[in-house]
């Protein structure tokens, strides 16, 4: 029977090297790659959103491909390989959860998606890494990165990438790291991805992470929930199963 292999998730904000260093690792070291949910989707649906009810439509189709994510990551661990992901599998939440916090959207879309996430990793269907590793970067280099990416991740977005980031680097590093310590890295991301990726074989070995258990991982995310704010119009939880495509945002149409 093969040795279970390591799920590691590499974290940061937009534009920090996430993806160039899953492709350097998955190159120089043998692991297995996968990539986020948004660039797995064909066609990539649109990152605007003219209200709560169609981010809810973004989000739900975003956790359909995290939990394909998840199971794939979790067959391949179970034969031995090691798997370096581009970010973890609850983006959908903490990115709506920074939104929230920055005014774009009402506490009640939070709400619906934290409702359809706690029913996966009940489940099973979603979980955490093995070992999550956040790239830090400057902003200037980032800009950078976001001026060379193309059309599926539209430098336009930029600005609010970045706001989302500062509340989502929060979560990682206060509430991540706090809760599980043993499973959370920070890497400066200002070398050669070659190098970047002999850096992570030596974190993830001296890590020597285990298997985070469905306690743990309820557990941490009752943590990273935010205070309650003022009662938002009622919103519908989104469903993983057949979210249902909203009227196109005015921008979006031909």
């Given at each position: 029977?093969?040795?279970?292999?390591?799920?590691?998730?590499?974290?940061?904000?937009?534009?920090?090297?996430?993806?160039?260093?899953?492709?350097?690792?998955?190159?120089?070291?043998?692991?297995?790659?996968?990539a986020e949910a948004f660039?797995?989707?064909?066609?990539?649906?649109?990152?605007?959103?003219?209200?709560?009810?169609?981010?809810?439509?973004?989000?739900?189709?975003?956790?359909?491909?995290?939990?394909?994510?998840?199971?794939?990551?979790?067959?391949?661990?179970?034969?031995?390989?090691?798997?370096?992901?581009?970010?973890?599998?609850?983006?959908?939440?903490?990115?709506?959860?920074?939104?929230?916090?920055?005014?774009?959207?009402?506490?009640?879309?939070?709400?619906?998606?934290?409702?359809?996430?706690?029913?996966?990793?009940?489940?099973?269907?979603?979980?955490?890494?093995?070992?999550?590793?956040?790239?830090?970067?400057?902003?200037?280099?980032?800009?950078?990165?976001?001026?060379?990416?193309?059309?599926?991740h539209p430098a336009s977005?930029?600005?609010?990438?970045?706001?989302?980031?500062?509340?989502?680097?929060?979560?990682?590093?206060?509430?991540?790291?706090?809760?599980?310590?043993?499973?959370?890295?920070?890497?400066?991301?200002?070398?050669?991805p070659t190098k970047l990726?002999?850096?992570?074989?030596?974190?993830?070995?001296?890590?020597?992470?285990?298997?985070?258990?469905?306690?743990?991982?309820?557990?941490?995310?009752?943590?990273?929930?935010?205070?309650?704010?003022?009662?938002?119009?009622?919103?519908?939880?989104?469903?993983?199963?057949?979210?249902?495509?909203?009227?196109?945002?005015?921008?979006?149409?031909?």
């Amino acid at each position: 029977m093969a040795r279970r292999g390591r799920l590691i998730a590499i974290e940061g904000a937009s534009g920090s090297g996430k993806t160039t260093l899953v492709q350097a690792a998955a190159r120089s070291l043998g692991w297995r790659p996968l990539a986020e949910a948004f660039d797995r989707l064909d066609p990539a649906p649109s990152l605007e959103f003219g209200s709560p009810r169609e981010l809810l439509w973004l989000e739900a189709v975003l956790l359909v491909e995290e939990v394909r994510r998840y199971e794939e990551a979790r067959r391949a661990t179970a034969r031995g390989e090691t798997v370096v992901a581009d970010t973890g599998f609850l983006g959908p939440l903490t990115y709506t959860r920074g939104l929230v916090d920055l005014g774009r959207v009402p506490p009640s879309t939070s709400r619906a998606v934290e409702r359809t996430v706690r029913s996966l990793l009940r489940n099973g269907a979603l979980g955490i890494p093995d070992l999550t590793v956040y790239l830090t970067t400057t902003v200037a280099e980032r800009r950078r990165r976001a001026r060379t990416r193309g059309r599926r991740h539209p430098a336009s977005l930029q600005a609010r990438h970045e706001a989302v980031g500062v509340i989502e680097r929060r979560f990682f590093e206060e509430v991540v790291a706090t809760a599980l310590p043993d499973r959370f890295r920070t890497l400066r991301a200002d070398i050669r991805p070659t190098k970047l990726a002999l850096r992570l074989e030596t974190l993830v070995r001296e890590a020597r992470p285990t298997p985070v258990s469905r306690a743990e991982t309820l557990a941490l995310f009752v943590r990273g929930r935010p205070p309650a704010g003022k009662r938002g119009v009622r919103t519908s939880a989104p469903t993983v199963k057949k979210p249902t495509r909203p009227a196109p945002h005015p921008r979006d149409r031909r």
